[in-house]
Every structure is written in structure tokens, then in C-alpha cells.
């Protein structure tokens, strides 16, 4: 039986993380990097494909984790009728690839087991296994090396895993440090656990306290921001929309794909709500990522990267590995690069717009590729697109992206009014003239008038959750009847059980995919932006209170939510929600949907001290917990 999504916690170090379940069991790692092949890939098949427990022996277990706060340092507590210990999980940041597990005695004697099945390339190879000279376990195949350093004997067993039972006595502790390397390199320097567990915590608390307050549940806004900040890949500044591969939009079914890239709209989004958060640094960093990125041939410009930037990510399917509860196939690499969507070039610019009237200047090297982008686009606009879901079903005229399109160069006049960006009079007017072209365009062909509301694709009677995004561009105003009409469509046509699906999945004749999928959360999230945009407060905080409540008891969350089995499904954590609720947190606290913003005079990111209240607090269990 698989271990529910929601069961896993998140550590990490900036350049990769892994997946623990609560009974603590890590299933998922990937080294050195986020999209690196896993050595443990147990989530996406079985106790073959590589895992590391570490859990009591036997007997009935009280397990209960936390985060330390503002911290990704995670602590399990596991109490038996002998005793209770204490198990805490990290990854070192800035100290090269290592997972820190330390087990200490609280009180009593517990009886605890270890086991390690090192599988390298996702579960399909398995390591030769060595001592080196001082003792270390040493894991080896290929390329790839592992060094298990552990003051508690450990010893091979016949299903070809490596072993240990100890006890831990209240005061005690014992440390187990897994570490990697390339195997043509020496053995990976030691750490010390201790010395490293407080420089860890120290790193996290210090980013943390600088996130914005203000908000009616600023330990929920804290955490996520946490969570996107573990997604970005340090050393470029790349950020992963999530940091797994495959897990099911739909259990059981095909939707299964690999987020361990960096999505142009997803970063975007990203960039705004760490800015909104209050980090700039990690703004400078992205846009340093970006411009090295799209740099080139403006036609030539993906929807995602490589979280170095690169531009090949083929797409394999895994058949020895099942997939999560049968999900197949197991996908690594993502075919949506070779995808053309309109709708990131307005992410994109929003993106540069937002950065530029929070500060950060905009580089020669910045205008020039911009100036390229807008220039193609010019033409590019009219041309069908793949869309912002991604769709297998063929190329259409999508509202949405075009409403992006018309973003573009909305914000480039924004940012030429502001600072002239060394453009042209001619330059503008033509950006003028286009932009007011795609307006009308969409306009008579995106609105349906018996609907009362726009619809997916020109000519279509489809709805799309992407409808909600027009008045937060500000492409229309909040309070247009043509937005709230969509608003209300939206509503009453994609909501499951109080949650907003993307669009309908009836099959390959919707979006050339079989199978359903869960509901998905961002798009719920910007329903209660309209809401808060339209006055509906009430409505609104009872959307967020149950949008919390889906969240884990460690403020984590996949991308969707299966309203029939309660459960969460999709890619995990998924940076896309997060951003989500961080978005809509901040709205709330401000009393106004995102479509004020372009219209406010006040910074975007200014939170007022006192937020608006959001139900009651102790009645969310994901508040609660947090």
C-alpha cells in the first residue's frame, strides 16, 4: 500500500530534497540535483526500487512531526509503550550532498530499526557495497557513489539491503549521515552532524524572518514561502515547479508527468510572491537565471528549462517502475518543452514589470532579449498555442493566452511610460496599436453572450479556470459584468465539492489524455481572488478556510486534490499552489483582489498590520498544526 501524499515531509538544501513519510521512510532522492536520476524511487514503485527507514521495531507507534519554526529542519517523535525518541531530518545547506538523520532517546528505551536499499537510476541498479578504511559504507555503481557514516552496526542482509537494530536510551543519540558524490571522486568529506544541524537551522531561520506578516495566518504564508524558497536551485537561481516526477493527476491514470524543471509561468509567479513576501534577492538571482535562459532566437523560446537552463529535456517512459498506486506511465523528462504557449511571454513581462517597480533595475543585456520577444510576438500573437494546461489535443486560439499576449505589451508600455526604456515613439505606438487590437479580438471572440462569459478557446462553449486570471492582468476590470459572469460560470460549472477543476476531462475528445483528474488547487485559489475583488469576504474565507484544511499538518501541498477520496494528488509539494495561497493570503490581508493592484499607489507588496480574520483558527487541522 502506498504512502498517502500528503504523509510525506519536505527537506532540502537548495539544490535537491527528499521525500520522508511519516513512519520515516525516506522515497524519494535525487542526486546531486533536483532532476538528477532518484537512488531512492520507492514512491513511484516499490520497497525494490530503493528507500531508508529508520522507525521503531515493533509494537503500536504514536507518531506525531513538526517542522522547527521558521526552519526546513523536520522532527519526528515516536512514542511506544517502552519509551519516546526523537528523529530528526535534514539536508545541510552550502556543505555538498548529504541527509542528516540524528535519533535521540527522550525518555524510556525504544527499540529502533534501520534499513537501506540504495537502488541508483530510479530503482534499476543496484550498488556494489563496500567498506572503506575507516569503516564507512560505501554504495557504488557507474557513475554514482553513496557513503553511509553511523556510530550503530550495520550489516547486509539477503534482499540485498543494508541493516541495523539498536536501542536508544533516554539521552542518547545516534547519527546516520548518507552523503554523495561522483564514484571517480574521493569519499565525500565528513560532517558533523551537530555543528551542521545548528548552521542548517540557522540558514533557514534567517531567510525566514524576514517574510511578511500581517496576514491572518502568517505561519501558513511563512511555510510556504519556506517551500518555494527549497525550490530554488541555488546555484542558478532556477526554480523547480516541484522536486518529484509522475505522481498522478488522477490516480490510477496517465496524467503523469515530470515537474523537476523550471517553468517559465510558474518561476514568474514564483519571482511575484517571494517579492510580495519580502525577498528581492531571489528575485536578482531568477532574472539572472532567465536572461541567460531565453537568451538567443526569440522563436526559439521555451516554456520550460532545465534548472541550468537547459533546453533538451527528452521525455522516457520508466517501465520497471508501477507507478504511484499503479499511475502509468512513469514519465522522467517532460515533452511540454518542444510546446509553444503564448501566455508565458506575459507572465514574463509581468514578471520584469513588477521587478522594475520594486527596484531592481533592468540590464542592457535585459532590454535587448526583451526587445527581441516583443518584436516576435508581434506576430506571434495571432497564431494558435498548445495553452496554458498544456493540452495533447492540437493547437487553438486560447483566451487565456491571448489575454496574456495582451499582457506583454500592456507592461512594456507600463515599464517605456516609466523609464522610457530606450525605446522608440514608434516603438510604442505600434505596442499601443497591438495591444488594443488583441483587446478587441478577444473581446468579440473569447465572450460568449448566452454563456455570459468568456470561454476556453474562440469559437468554443467550454469553460476554463484560466478565465479567472482576466481581471487580475487587468485586462478588464473586477467589477466588469463580462469578468463576473465568468466569475459565476466558473463557479457554478468547474466546482467540485467546493473546489474549481481546471476544465473538464471528459477524455481524448477535451484535451487528448484519457482519464480525470483532481480538482485543482491554484485555480480554487484565484476564485477566492475574485471574490475578495468583488466584496464577497464571506464566501472568500470560507474557500480559504477549506483550501487550508487540504493542506498537510506541515503546511505542504500537491497541485490537486481528489474531492472524492480526500485526497491530494499531483506532483508534491507543488510550487504553483503555494505561490497560490501566498497570492491570496496577501489579497485577503489588503481586503482587495489582485486587479486593485493596477490601480494602487502603494507598493504591491505592503501588508497591512492587521489582516482581516479568516474563520476561525483552531478549526483548520492545517492551521491548526502550524
Known sequence: MSTRIEDYALVGDCRSAALISR????????????????????????????????????????????????????????????????????????????LVRLVEGVHGQVDMQMELSVRFDYGSAVPWVTRSELGDLRAVVGPHKVVLRTDVPVHGSQSLTTVADFAVHAGESRRFVLSYCASYLPDPAPVEPRASLDATDQVWRGWSQRCATGTAADRMLQRSLLTLKALIYQPTGGIVAAPTASLPEGLGGERNWDYRFCWIRDSTLTLIALMDGGYIDEARDWLAWLLRSIAGNPEQAQILYGIAGERQLPEVELDWLPGYEDSKPVRIGNAAAGQFQLDVYGE??????????????????????????????????????????????????????KVMAWVAFDRALRMH????????????????QTRDEIHAEVCEKGFDAELGSFV??????ALDASLLLIAHTGFLPQDDP??????????????????ILRYETE???????????????????????????LGRHAEAETVIDRLIGVFNDLGLVSEEYDVKRKRLVGNYPQAFTHVALVNTLLNHARSEGPAARHGRKTP??????????????????????L
Request: contains cysteine; hydrophobic residues 40%.
Open 348 to 401: 514574463l513581462f509581468d514578471a520584469l514589470y513588477q521587478a522594475h517597480v520594486r527596484g531592481l533595475p533592468i540590464s542592457e543585456d535585459g532590454l535587448k532579449v526583451g526587445l527581441a520577444i516583443l518584436h516576435h510576438l508581434e506576430t506571434a500573437w495571432r497564431e494558435p498555442d498548445d495553452g496554458i494546461w498544456e493540452v495533447r489535443g492540437g493547437r487553438r486560439h486560447f483566451t487565456h493566452s
Open 507 to 533: 477524455g481524448q475528445a477535451t484535451d487528448g489524455l484519457s482519464g480525470n483528474e483532481g480538482a485543482f488547487l491554484p485555480c480554487t485559489f484565484w476564485y477566492v481572488d475574485n471574490l475578495i475583488g
Open 23 to 98: 513512519d520515516g521512510s525516506v522515497d524519494w532522492l535525487c542526486w546531486p540535483r533536483f532532476d538528477a536520476a532518484a537512488l531512492f524511487a520507492r514512491l513511484l514503485g516499490t520497497r525494490e526500487h530503493g528507500f531508508w527507514k529508520i522507525c521503531p521495531a515493533a509494537g503500536e507507534v504514536e507518531t506525531t512531526w513538526t517542522y522547527r519554526e521558521g526552519s526546513l529542519v523536520l522532527e519526528t517523535r515516536h512514542k511506544t509503550s517502552c519509551g519516546e525518541v526523537l528523529v530528526t531530518d535534514f539536508m545541510p545547506v552550502g556543505e555538498g550532498s548529504h
Open 482 to 499: 463580462r469578468v463576473v459572469g465568468t466569475v459565476d460560470a466558473v463557479g457554478k460549472g468547474l466546482m467540485r465539492d467546493g473546489f
Open 417 to 432: 511610460e516609466l523609464t522610457g526604456l530606450a525605446t522608440t515613439a514608434e516603438q510604442a505606438v505600434r505596442w499601443r
Open 604 to 625: 504591491p507588496g505592503q501588508v497591512p498590520t492587521e489582516g482581516a480574520s479568516i474563520g476561525d483558527p483552531t478549526a483548520v487541522a492545517g492551521r491548526r498544526a
Open 456 to 461: 476556453q478557446s474562440f469559437g468554443s462553449e
